[in-house]
């Protein structure tokens, strides 16, 4: 399989990262200000460029902001690489580097890949919250990050 590996983001990287999200899914990164959250992400050191043998495919943004808990805030990969478990190496890498014992991150019941991906990664379902988006609940998961 192919080098699957994480790099601090730079400014440098700001416009593919961005790029990135606005191609995946425009409406969405419009209304939600991506790109203004990408750049806060990318001067707080919470952005990694995920690289598929040293080419840029996509972003993890990676805080400790979820109760002082490593915290997935957002993983986006380029379509054209979804599927092929580039994801769940993203989720282990993330979990070597993590400085608590667990890694949560969160989905909307709607998005049945992103579930998948997280229960093939040994991610455990930690309950949901009503009332984020209306008729859409967020389903939280953990993962102990020292296995």
């Known amino acids: 399989m192919e080098n699957i590996t994480l790099k601090p983001a730079t400014q440098k990287d700001k416009a593919t990262v961005v790029d990135i999200d606005y191609q995946l899914n425009k409406v969405e990164h419009i209304k939600l200000k991506r790109a203004e959250k990408i750049t806060r992400a990318i001067l707080n ?24 808990q490593g915290w997935i805030e957002l993983i986006i990969i380029a379509e054209a690489y979804t599927g092929k478990g580039i994801g769940g190496q993203v989720f282990n890498l993330i979990c070597k580097q993590c400085k608590t014992a667990k890694v949560f991150t969160s989905t ?40």
Do not use: H, W
């Open 45 to 68: 050191n919470e952005c990694n460029i995920i690289l598929l043998d040293n080419i840029t495919i996509g972003f993890v943004l990676f805080n400790y902001s979820f109760f002082d």
């Open 108 to 147: 909307n019941r709607s998005n049945i890949q992103m579930q998948k991906a997280l229960t093939k990664a040994g991610f455990t379902f930690a309950g949901k919250l009503i009332g984020l988006d209306e008729g859409d609940p967020e389903l939280f998961y953990f993962k102990n990050a020292i296995e």
